[in-house]
């Protein structure tokens, strides 16, 4: 495509290959944009709530198509996991996958509740197009919608002491985060210990947490409710010898960057060994450089030693014979860790090494999981407690894949508590108070751009209405009486009972949220369905997908384009070769 102009100076658009193009305008580019957009929120709709499904994501293709050999599987019903993972070639399908990827982002948390919201939006948008409203003042309408729930919410937020009741507070809102999840029979545990991760890394006086020093370690066997948070560091590594002793007490660790072998030259060289006796003369001169640097490292005092490299299989016997328990092939953000949790300095070089630069841990063991003999190495009390594990374990990979997104959720609610302690109830109990707020507002509002207004109001309540229908409520039934119990009662408290614990109150059920991740759902929602609804004119070529050259193709799962819309469907492409 390219621009030109004719004669008078008027510009026209010049489109190359039109017969393998098409061109949307006007109502078709409005209605094509917001069927493409809502077909992924009503994707992500079951899966909210504690009582929302999951869904499984196979990944067949690889990069340009190419089928994949693992036949990856994702199980989730976190929004930005299941977006990002999925196959969407639709470029406004794919604002919604970089909408739930801010909210991520930012937040952590509420990635699904996000998508939920623009696409109802959209959907009230349509409605409003079919009256005759234009866009603009749609979208306008929509934003006066976002920023009189915005100051709303303010209003009905409460501010919570963190620290009351030994951070009560701070695991109530980690458990809201969790009980979504896969995870929510182990909640109360896991909540605990994401609450006392970030405490552990916390800075409150500058209300900041550093998630670089909070790191999630899984492995395969035992049950969720085996997971155990370590006051130091895990390594999926073991000692690189057998008879090294498993364990050290008052470790002093000397942390290298610099591997256990002979010096090499950076030019090409060439050795020539004419005797027995100048082969034995090499070896002993390889044998004293082994020598002199563990007796380097001994005499520094260190008893453990953790090298970012490699051994020789001489350095490595060496080791043993001295008693000097060593890791190799250990990665360069846990050496960092491990030198920020251990007051250590790392070594570049062996000529450097001084006891001033050793670091300190109560113990250094290693330890071994199931019958396949899985070993890791522990690293706990360190001198300085500033970097801290949390160790999962879980029946399948799939699991424990999982639970660690789902503790990556809960620690950001605990970091966003930190830095905002504002919270307001969940359940859907604050759409519904924002929705009336809004529909009050919307009737001293003296243009077109009130049917818009009245429109967010009804995009709101659609959270509600998804918590209800997937706790298998009747949604319009209950919905309408939460409402006129909203009014009547003037409690802004009462939620969806997705629970059935027998109360509406969600703050008596302990269900709250921050106000920082309701404001940032609001106004990111607000921001992209704007962005939708401003373009009027799509032009795309109709090869959109893979090119018919590539040998093989299983079957996917993409948005169609056609004269009636966009639809989702399982392609099917019968090719039986199968690439080498």
């Not at 030109?4 to 658009?13: C, L, N, S, Y």
């Not at 370590?230 to 002093?252: T, Y």
């Not at 407690?385 to 809960?410: F, M, N, P, Q, Y």
Request: hydrophobic share 40%.
């Amino acid at each position: 495509m390219s621009l030109a102009f004719d004669e008078f100076g008027r510009p026209f658009i010049i489109l190359k290959e039109q017969e393998r193009k098409r061109r949307l305008k006007g109502s078709e580019a409005y209605k094509a944009n917001i069927i493409a957009a809502t077909s992924i929120s009503n994707l992500l709709r079951t899966s909210l709530g504690p009582k929302g499904m999951d869904k499984m994501i196979v990944r067949y293709l690889l990069a340009a198509c190419y089928p994949s050999p693992d036949g990856e599987v994702l199980v989730s019903n976190d929004g930005a996991t299941i977006l990002e993972r999925a196959e969407i070639q639709n470029q406004i399908a794919k604002q919604l996958v970089e909408l739930s990827k801010s909210q991520d982002n930012e937040i952590g948390d509420g990635t699904t509740g996000v998508v939920v919201l623009a696409g109802a939006m959209l959907e009230q948008a349509q409605l409003l197009l079919d009256k005759g409203l234009h866009p603009i003042q749609i979208a306008n309408g929509f934003e006066k919608g976002c920023e009189i729930a915005t100051k709303h919410l303010a209003s009905i937020g409460k501010e919570l002491d963190i620290k009351d009741e030994g951070h009560e507070n701070l695991i109530k809102c980690a458990m809201t985060a969790l009980g979504s999840k896969v995870v929510n029979k182990y909640q109360r545990k896991l909540a605990e210990i994401c609450v006392k991760a970030v405490l552990s890394v916390a800075d409150l006086e500058r209300k900041d947490v550093d998630f670089e020093l909070i790191k999630i370690e899984g492995k395969v066997g035992g049950s969720l409710g085996d997971t155990s948070f370590v006051n130091g560091i895990v390594l999926d590594k073991e000692f690189s010898h057998p008879q090294m002793s498993k364990a050290v007490d008052d470790a002093r660790i000397c942390i290298l960057t610099c591997p256990f072998e002979p010096p090499k030259p950076k030019t090409k060289h060439v050795a020539e060994i004419t005797s027995a006796e100048a082969y034995k003369k090499l070896y002993q001169q390889e044998q004293q450089y082994f020598t002199d640097m563990i007796k380097k490292v001994k005499e520094s005092g260190a008893n453990v030693v953790l090298c970012q490299w490699g051994f020789d299989d001489e350095a490595n016997h060496l080791l043993m014979q001295s008693k000097l328990p060593a890791v190799r092939w250990v990665g360069g953000s846990e050496i960092e860790l491990l030198a920020i949790a251990t007051g250590a300095r790392i070594v570049p070089r062996f000529s450097e090494i001084t006891a001033e630069k050793l670091g300190s841990a109560k113990t250094v063991k290693e330890l071994s999981f199931g019958t396949t003999n899985d070993k890791m190495i522990i690293v706990e009390g360190g001198k300085s407690s500033k970097a801290v594990t949390i160790l999962i374990r879980g029946g399948s990979k799939t699991v424990v894949d999982e639970a660690k997104r789902s503790l990556h959720d809960a620690l950001c609610v605990v970091r966003n508590m930190i830095i905002d302690s504002r919270i307001v109830p969940g359940g859907g109990s604050v759409e519904l108070s924002c929705s009336h707020a809004v529909l009050a507002e919307a009737e001293t509002v003296q243009s077109a751009e009130q049917y818009a207004i009245k429109g967010f109001a009804t995009a709101l309540e659609v959270i509600p209405l998804a918590l209800a229908e997937n706790s298998g409520f009747s949604p319009i039934d209950y919905i309408g009486n939460l409402k006129a119990r909203q009014i009547s009662e003037k409690n802004s408290n009462l939620g969806v009972d997705c629970m059935r614990k027998g109360t509406n109150d969600m703050l008596d059920q302990g269900v709250f949220e921050t106000l920082q991740s309701k404001v940032q759902q609001l106004q990111l929602a607000s921001q992209v369905v704007k962005m939708i609804l401003k373009i009027d004119d799509v032009i795309a070529t109709t090869e959109y997908y893979c090119p018919s050259t590539l040998p093989y193709y299983p079957p996917y799962l993409r948005i169609q384009v056609s004269d009636k819309g966009f639809w989702l469907s399982l392609i099917h492409i019968s090719e039986p070769t199968r690439p080498y």
